[in-house]
């Protein structure tokens, strides 16, 4: 017995028929190959699920797939917008806020949770709005720091280009122009570390 | 040469860019083509005898392929390895070694030993529909006795879990001088006895456990997707011992592993059931991704000793004597490293940094009905930590002198190194001889203490009083061991671990210059993509991001021994960099060649091969690459290529050290702890990436403190698991931190030519008794010397309750008494 599904994913509408017991994030990771969204626990503690769903942040383990029907859900694969990184991917970048990247996904969605409503967080609010999130790597400290810099960057209406010039073997210029300079303050802090670090 | 500086580059990781826009290939992310889902039937109770099993309502279900149970597989898969059973003793001087095995196989045969251990498999079409036939598998269970106590374990009376195996002991081992030890205590001013829990812990990477196997009919071999630190030794363990194949029969890949903490070190079950399963399936894919409380169950724990310690110290606090006995609890069969933990890498290091004359340690390793334990991050280096910075702490308390004075005045001086410790480092039987390599204490220990304003302190604990809270400062001192090796120390014919311990490395540059690096540690959050890159775009002068880092995949990197025990850097970066010594050498006899020039007269610099004295007699290693690889002009007898292998066997281990200092408050009413300050100051030697340092630190306190404060994994008497899920086992959270203060010294390693030590564990090793040291001296007031952990507010408010109706003094401890005695 299936049900259909109307749902908007990363601006992209899908149709599906799905199982009323399909949770939402099986769908994204199953039906639409979505795995950047994990899976860390069974008792929505760890967060690493975590998606927007109509711009809320929501673990989406515990959410059935046919509650999300006439939704606009956002993963961390919608984040990066244009060839460019968003401000949190940014600064989890920058700050070493992960160490394994498992969770760095849900926590990532939290923190843009945050940011919209709350565009320059103390850290006691930071540390507070991920709460829900479980990271065994960081300790959180960068995470936190992360989170800050993301704001700091969204504050100077900044962004960050796509095209990685200090070890970005791993992601092809999505604007096809490998010569693309980063933009903002970022990119010149970027530009230090390599000079720093490389001679 | 400048590949590591004491403070270390802060470059941005290579690896950040998959991982922040959801592109990371994590175990559970992988579809193969006709994949099939694997369910496992666990054991619900902890000790039971299988009298039957009837699978013939789940096998008709929607969608199953098969059912399985562990008759099915009996004849083709042995019983798990132990690849580390206890080793060493004390060079023979004293008692003997028992080992008396028993491993888990795929699936249980006759019985089981803790609630968790898997007793059948269900293979269906979808995850779903495995997991709905698995309800219907029927198990005839005949449940026993249990028992879930180390110490317990081995009194009369108690549940025999195996026969080979009386009164559950699976390994006695000890270490040391008992004479020596028993006459220091004896003649010693002031004499402390103290039953010390180091609890049980739940690991809990966030990514938990799975594997996915896959036969092919054309080569009759097997590739298993695995969630491992360590795939080549999986391939190993795997082929010669369960299923008695030829290594090149077996592939093991690690994807993207989403953390570890050691518990992805080790030979499950599952690993060998997929790639069984699959040969029977005819090929198709068989996928298993546990669930957070499958992990809880069927993943192994960390810690659990019990441990009773005796101090002997002068009056003015210099320690002259330590016996420790412990109980470690390795669970119902033992996991692949189990006995080595408990054994040689905590034993032998108990006397840490300190020139403590005498020191003995007996352990005892107990089966109970508990899932297996193993190698948690520190891996018995934070249980020793924790035994001798409490001990610290009682020796202060005793004799009234500072708890920095006498860590001070028990401290090695920096003279002393190399040293030979007397907890029997130097007395491996095969003769082979370690020392601590380097170390000088206290500049790391003054630092800590300017940072945390010791000097002021007790003003501020007046105030705090002043506001119902008693305030607590607690320092740890800690030194660790890194990097593990030699291997004619580590291994069969010394401390027992059943292979080697080297590392290595290969570089290849391809003929437009571009370097790819293979190597075979298996990273899994160090980054180990940037930092073997950045040795390797150093050591070669080319930049760092055309140094491709490969690793994880038994075809296509040479054998390495995986990533733990703070390894990677000090062994695996030593790989690496020998490799680029060897690419150098070659370069600069094809540039020579090339320039018309000797050998001899070559040097490298710069990312070329040039004349010593002629800086424009050059060639870059793009240009020596390019002519290497296309091979038409060589020096007679070279061969083309510039390809290099390096293995690496360290002399010695290496030894961080260091000062972490907590500052704690506890409500007076609740018994609830904050942390409030943390500092720490730690010693890794150089670094390579100062970023990363800082991250591996974070976390390692975190989790540190998490034992301190809140985490526990509890089986009840019938040992059910009670902390089975997220929701029971205390995880910490982002908010219960404070900013942590970092500062470093460095003393480079002298055992390599990178002198880096590592850094993985350091702040777990550390943070916990500093937490711990910090709360009992907050609670020092009511006369508490003791409390165990975790240092939960009902814990804390038992204290402080019995201390009040007892008008103080309490070790905390339940039913064991603690004494301490001077004598005049």
């Known amino acids: 017995m299936t049900q259909n599904l109307a749902i908007?994913?990363?601006?992209?509408?899908?149709?599906?028929?799905?199982?009323?017991?399909?949770?939402?994030?099986?769908?994204?990771?199953?039906?639409?190959?979505?795995?950047?969204?994990?899976?860390?626990?069974?008792?929505?503690?760890?967060?690493?699920?975590?998606?927007?769903?109509?711009?809320?942040?929501?673990?989406?383990?515990?959410?059935?797939?046919?509650?999300?029907?006439?939704?606009?859900?956002?993963?961390?694969?919608?984040?990066?917008?244009?060839?460019?990184?968003?401000?949190?991917?940014?600064?989890?970048w920058e700050k070493h806020g992960l160490q394994c990247g498992f969770c760095t996904p849900g926590m990532i969605m939290t923190a843009a949770d945050l940011l919209s409503r709350n565009p320059d967080p103390s850290d006691d609010e930071i540390r507070h709005a991920i709460?829900?999130?479980?990271?065994?790597?960081?300790?959180?400290?960068?995470?936190?720091?992360?989170?800050?810099?993301?704001?700091?960057?969204?504050?100077?209406?900044?962004?960050?280009?796509?095209?990685?010039?200090?070890?970005?073997?791993a992601l092809p210029p999505a604007t096809g122009d490998a010569e693309a300079a980063p933009a903002g303050p970022v990119a010149e802090e970027r530009g230090e570390d390599l000079t720093e670090s490389t001679r | 040469m400048a590949v590591t500086t004491p403070h270390g580059a802060s470059l941005k990781r290579k690896e950040d860019p998959r991982f922040i826009t959801g592109a990371g290939n994590f175990l559970d992310d992988i579809k193969l083509s006709g994949m099939t889902y694997a369910s496992i039937l666990r054991s619900p109770y902890a000790h039971a005898r299988i009298r039957g099993i009837d699978t013939s309502a789940a096998a008709t279900m929607p969608g199953v392929v098969a059912v399985f149970t562990g008759r099915d597989m009996e004849n083709d898969l042995n019983p798990l390895p132990c690849a580390w059973a206890?080793?060493?003793?004390?060079?023979?001087?004293?008692?003997?070694?028992?080992?008396?095995?028993?491993?888990?196989?795929?699936?249980?045969?006759?019985?089981?030993?803790?609630t968790g251990e898997g007793v059948a498999v269900v293979i269906a079409e979808t995850l779903e529909q495995a997991v709905d036939a698995r309800e219907a598998v029927d198990v005839d269970w005949e449940p026993l006795p249990t028992v879930v106590d180390a110490e317990k374990a081995t009194e009369e009376g108690a549940p025999q879990l195996h026969e080979n195996a009386p009164n559950n002991v699976a390994v006695t081992w000890s270490v040391g001088d008992p004479d020596g030890t028993a006459s220091a205590i004896d003649r010693a001013e002031v004499v402390i006895r103290q039953r010390l829990v180091n609890q049980r812990l739940?690991?809990?990477?966030?990514?938990?456990?799975?594997?996915?196997?896959?036969?092919?009919?054309?080569?009759?071999?097997?590739?298993?997707?695995?969630?491992?630190?360590?795939?080549?030794?999986m391939r190993l363990l795997l082929s010669a011992f369960v299923f008695g194949v030829p290594e090149h029969k077996i592939r093991c890949i690690s994807p993207d592993v989403g953390g570890a903490f050691g518990t992805k070190i080790f030979c499950y079950p599952e690993w060998a059931l997929v790639a069984w399963a699959s040969k029977r399936l005819g090929g198709r894919p068989v996928k298993w991704y546990e669930t957070r409380s499958e992990n809880y169950q069927a993943t192994t724990h960390g810690r659990d000793h019990i441990t009773h310690i005796e101090v002997g110290a002068t009056k003015a606090g210099e320690v002259t004597g330590l016996r420790v006995k412990t109980y470690a609890n390795l669970g119902g069969r033992l996991s692949t490293i189990g006995p080595g933990i408990p054994t040689t890498l905590y034993g032998r290091l108990l006397s840490g940094p300190y020139k403590i004359p005498n020191v003995f340690c007996e352990v005892v390793g107990t089966y109970t009905n508990t899932v297996f334990v193993d190698a948690y991050r520190g891996a018995g280096r934070p249980e020793a930590t924790y035994v001798l910075e409490r001990a610290m702490d009682l020796v202060a308390d005793e004799t009234g002198v500072d708890p920095v004075e006498v860590r001070r005045r028990n401290f090695l001086p920096p003279d002393a190194f190399?040293?030979?410790?007397?907890?029997?480092?130097?007395?491996?039987?095969?003769?082979?001889?370690?020392?601590?390599?380097?170390?000088?204490?206290?500049?790391?220990?003054?630092?800590?203490?300017?940072?945390?304003?010791?000097?002021?302190?007790?003003?501020?604990?007046?105030?705090?009083?002043?506001?119902?809270?008693?305030?607590?400062?607690?320092?740890?001192?800690?030194?660790?061991?890194?990097?593990?090796a030699p291997s004619k120390w580590i291994g069969v014919v010394g401390e027992g671990w059943g292979a080697a311990m080297w590392e290595s490395a290969n570089i290849r540059i391809h003929l437009t210059g571009k370097v790819v690096l293979t190597i075979g540690t298996a990273s899994h959050g160090q980054g180990h993509e940037t930092t073997m890159a950045q040795i390797v775009a150093e050591g070669l002068g080319v930049p760092v991001e055309d140094v491709l880092v490969e690793h994880s995949d038994t075809s296509g990197t040479p054998f390495g021994y995986g990533t733990y025990g703070s390894r990677s850097a000090a062994v695996g970066g030593m790989a690496a960099y020998t490799a680029v010594e060897k690419i150098k050498e070659k370069a600069k006899r094809l540039a020579a060649h090339m320039l018309e020039a000797s050998p001899e007269?070559?040097?490298?610099?710069?990312?070329?091969?040039r004349v010593k004295g002629s800086p424009d007699k050059v060639k870059t290693i793009a240009e020596v690459a390019l002519a290497a690889h296309v091979g038409y002009d060589l020096p007679a007898g070279m061969e083309p290529y510039l390809d290099e292998t390096a293995y690496y066997d360290a002399p010695d281990c290496t030894w961080p050290f260091g000062t972490h200092i907590a500052v704690v408050e506890v409500d007076k009413e609740t018994g609830k702890?904050?942390?409030?300050?943390?500092?720490?100051?730690?010693?890794?030697?150089?670094?390579?990436?100062?970023?990363?340092?800082?991250?591996?630190?974070?976390?390692?306190?975190?989790?540190?403190?998490?034992?301190?404060l809140w985490e526990g994994a509890v089986y009840d008497d019938d040992g059910q698991l009670l902390s089975g899920s997220m929701m029971d086992y205390a995880v910490p959270r982002a908010s219960w931190f404070p900013e942590l203060e970092l500062d470093e010294t460095v003393t480079p390693s002298p055992i390599n030519a990178l002198g880096v030590k590592g850094v993985g564990e350091a702040g777990t090793i550390a943070s916990t008794p500093a937490v711990v040291n910090a709360v009992v001296d907050a609670l020092s007031p009511l006369g508490i010397r003791h409390v165990d952990m975790p240092l939960t507010p009902q814990r804390v408010w038992r204290a402080m309750r019995d201390a009040r109706a007892n008008g103080g003094s309490t070790n905390g401890s339940a039913n064991r008494s603690s004494s301490g005695e001077v004598r005049s």
């Not at chain 1, 009323?20 to 994204?28: D, I, T, W, Y």
């Not at chain 1, 029907?69 to 961390?76: K, N, W």
């Not at chain 2, 203490?449 to 607690?474: C, H, N």
Request: glycine residues 14%; contains cysteine; proline residues 3%.
């Open chain 1, 8 to 92: 908007n994913v990363n601006g992209v509408a899908h149709s599906l028929e799905v199982e009323p017991r399909r949770l939402l994030v099986q769908l994204l990771r199953e039906d639409l190959s979505l795995t950047g969204t994990h899976i860390g626990c069974d008792t929505s503690q760890c967060g690493a699920c975590t998606v927007l769903v109509d711009g809320d942040a929501v673990k989406s383990c515990t959410m059935l797939a046919l509650q999300a029907d006439g939704a606009a859900v956002t993963t961390i694969e919608g984040m990066a917008k244009d060839g460019e990184l968003h401000p949190l991917q940014a600064g989890f």
């Open chain 1, 131 to 169: 709460e829900g999130n479980f990271c065994r790597c960081t300790g959180y400290q960068n995470i936190v720091a992360a989170i800050r810099e993301a704001a700091r960057i969204t504050a100077a209406g900044g962004s960050v280009a796509l095209p990685i010039d200090d070890g970005g073997d």
């Open chain 2, 86 to 114: 206890a080793g060493g003793a004390s060079g023979g001087e004293v008692g003997g070694v028992t080992n008396n095995l028993n491993t888990p196989r795929a699936l249980a045969l006759d019985d089981v030993k803790w």
């Open chain 2, 202 to 233: 739940i690991p809990n990477p966030i990514d938990a456990r799975g594997a996915i196997g896959r036969w092919d009919p054309g080569g009759d071999d097997y590739t298993i997707w695995m969630t491992s630190q360590t795939p080549h030794i």
């Open chain 2, 418 to 484: 190399p040293h030979k410790n007397v907890s029997g480092l130097y007395r491996s039987w095969n003769g082979v001889e370690l020392a601590i390599d380097s170390g000088n204490y206290e500049p790391a220990l003054d630092r800590a203490l300017e940072m945390v304003g010791y000097a002021d302190f007790d003003t501020k604990r007046r105030e705090a009083a002043d506001r119902g809270r008693y305030l607590g400062i607690g320092l740890s001192t800690y030194i660790e061991m890194c990097g593990v």
């Open chain 2, 601 to 609: 007269d070559m040097e490298y610099a710069d990312g070329g091969a």
């Open chain 2, 673 to 708: 702890v904050d942390l409030v300050r943390y500092v720490a100051v730690d010693d890794v030697g150089n670094k390579i990436n100062q970023l990363i340092v800082a991250g591996q630190i974070h976390g390692g306190i975190a989790q540190g403190v998490g034992q301190a």
